[in-house]
């Protein structure tokens, strides 16, 4: 079956621009978490929903980041007046239900320059 | 909150010999365990995991112990073939709806 998968692989954004990404859950997996990985590290936990509801968002960096999952699948992350310092792979992963046994998708490069 | 350490964060073996990773957590309260494994430019893959009312735990050529009075846990992995190279992540988890903690990882190299 189909893996998570997030759009787009890779994004350049000038600083001080918005940029929204976007993951696609495995089928019926009612858990969906975000992570920030930097360069040479492990991935560091945003946020985490449960169906359309976001439990935990203690992650999150700043106030100008942002996650939805408005139907309980799709999840976009939105990073508003991107900075230097958000350059990462933003990684999504989802579970069948709890946070135990996640997939991860490809994840999304994000360069600010 | 929960902080995982991990070692070494470079790891060399000739083919066929064993490798083996090590974690520590300092939540006494954490109680799944996952190992993953992430090549260059790829996702991480989830290659085995034990939660904490078991010891040990075999998947062909791995293996995950836990011991959890010492708050530690170590992946084994023996044979190794070249395509084993790859960073390994271990992570821990404690229960209700707290996150997965990832230590730094390891780059395992395996030379033919």
């Known amino acids: 079956g189909a893996g998570v998968s997030q759009s787009p692989r890779y994004k350049v954004a000038k600083r001080g621009q918005d940029v929204a990404l976007r993951c696609d859950p495995i089928?019926?997996?009612?858990?969906l978490f975000w992570y920030q990985q930097a360069l040479g590290q492990g991935p560091e936990f945003l946020t985490y929903f449960q169906n359309e509801a976001q439990l935990d968002k203690s992650g999150l960096p700043s106030d100008r980041f942002f996650a939805e999952r408005p139907e309980g699948s799709v999840s976009t992350l939105k990073i508003q007046r991107t900075q230097q310092e958000d350059s990462a792979v933003y990684l999504c992963?989802?579970?069948?239900?709890?946070?135990?046994?996640?997939?991860f998708g490809p994840g999304t490069r994000l360069t600010v320059t | 909150g929960e902080n995982v350490e991990q070692h070494p964060s470079t790891l060399s073996v000739q083919e066929g010999d064993s490798a083996v990773i090590k974690c520590t957590y300092s939540?006494?309260?954490?109680?799944?365990f996952p190992w993953y494994k992430q090549e260059l430019g790829k996702r991480p893959q989830l290659i085995i995991d034990?939660?904490?009312?078991?010891g040990e735990k075999k998947d062909q050529r791995i293996a995950v112990t836990l011991n959890k009075t010492a708050k530690h846990f170590s992946l084994h992995i023996t044979e190794t073939q070249p395509e084993d190279s790859a960073v390994y992540f271990c992570a821990a988890r404690g229960s209700g709806n707290t996150p997965l903690v990832f230590g730094k990882g390891t780059r395992l190299s395996v030379i033919a």
């Open positions: 939540d006494s309260a954490s109680n799944y």
């Open positions: 089928s019926g997996h009612v858990s």
């Open positions: 034990i939660r904490s009312n078991v």
């Open positions: 992963a989802s579970s069948l239900a709890g946070g135990d046994e996640q997939y």
